[in-house]
């Protein structure tokens, strides 16, 4: 069995968030798989080939290339961000897990990448900078009930929380239900970050205040963070503001 | 004012890791600050200055780069890991807040990395693959009573959980109190991974279950992430066992 599978993690999308290991494994891949315009962001290689799929189909795209790569190929899948936070990386191991026995031989590695929250945090300050989660608001994999009660868990602890996938074309009211939930935990100001397409030419950041939230738009590509109570402002002459969350928490916030 | 602040993330320690960002703006600084064992991982360039402090210094380290800064250097900080991840990028904000106005002028710029946690997940599967959070164990800066009501929240509401600074020597119990505190939640057998210095050679990387997880070793330098009731070990013939938590979560855990 020589065939070896990498999932690999791109970052936001600009080539500048690439690790030294992400650029390794795509330039010694034979294959890559992966949703098109992300495949769209790399450069094209001589006898490399390229297997686009639609972004609703990680489970046969995983299959797909837990195939490719059986047959002895080196094989790279791609993922935005990082393959492990809502991504690529839990579709592999569950066909792994659920195939044949040869998948579980093969040399497999995961290659991390800047996942949306961290790469939409340092583009606006410290959001995330004391105790946070991470939430995806799609109820396609889970009922709409365990999400509101991640979100009253996690904002009535004092957890910043950071949104993925916050809405789509099938998903249009998810997220304007989400910031009523956290309206019961938090105040009105509680400071809300969206950031979209960091480091791309159509990159947003902007950030408001919870009650005014919900008017704000957002897609598919945009990353949400809420803030805690303690979560600041800090405004800046001719720049745009920094947000951040203090490192201490004196006490236990309600 | 021409002067320039980066807070550079340089993921878990090995160069592989970091990303091109990172490089550039470490490479074109005047001054570098951090702490000591993570500047001496990097080479040293001519004309480059090091200001090594030590690792309990956060807010002194901060405080001279932006006046260093300000007087028209282009200074990195350097950060393991990400910046924004209990890291340096919130002790800065907190300076620039507190500081002389000149400091809110400051051209900044918060490069991320890949957070241990991400490298950790990695390296053993994908055990943050559906929602998780990310808590730090130092009762330093926030009360202890603080941090049993997020392991509550979060372990009652299904969250994976990686757990930042979960041992030092002045913190020698908080970890089994920790494990203890999330017993009354999960189950025994929920998968617990401990994972330190990813790409180094001292990279030790193991998965017990909950009730063993107390008796294994951590130090300063380990993240551990304590899995839900529905993350699975899936063994491999000759390769270490991955571990995942499904995309798919089917009703409300408790």
Redesign the interface.
Known sequence: MSGHLAVVGL?PGA???????AE?ALAGADALYGYGPYLDRLPTRTGQSRHASDNRE?KARAAAALRHAADGARVAIVSGG?????AM??????E??AGP?SW??LD?T??????AM??V???I????????????LSDN???W??IE??L???A????VIALYNPVSRARPWQLARAFARLCRHLPPSTPVIFGRAIGRPDERVSVVTLTAADTTPADMATLVIVGTRET?I??????PP?V??????????T
């Open positions: 970052g080539a500048r968030f690439l690790t030294v290991e390794n990680e990082d393959p492990g936070v809502f990386a839990a579709a592999v191991c569950e792994i897990e026995e579980r031989a497999l995961m290659i991390p990448g800047i996942t961290l790469a945090a340092a583009r300050g410290a959001p995330l900078g004391h105790d946070f989660c991470a939430l995806s994999l889970k009922p009930a365990l009660r991640r009253d868990a996690a009535g602890a004092g957890f600041r800090v405004a800046r002459p001719g720049r920094l951040y969350t203090p490192r201490a928490a004196a006490e236990v916030s």
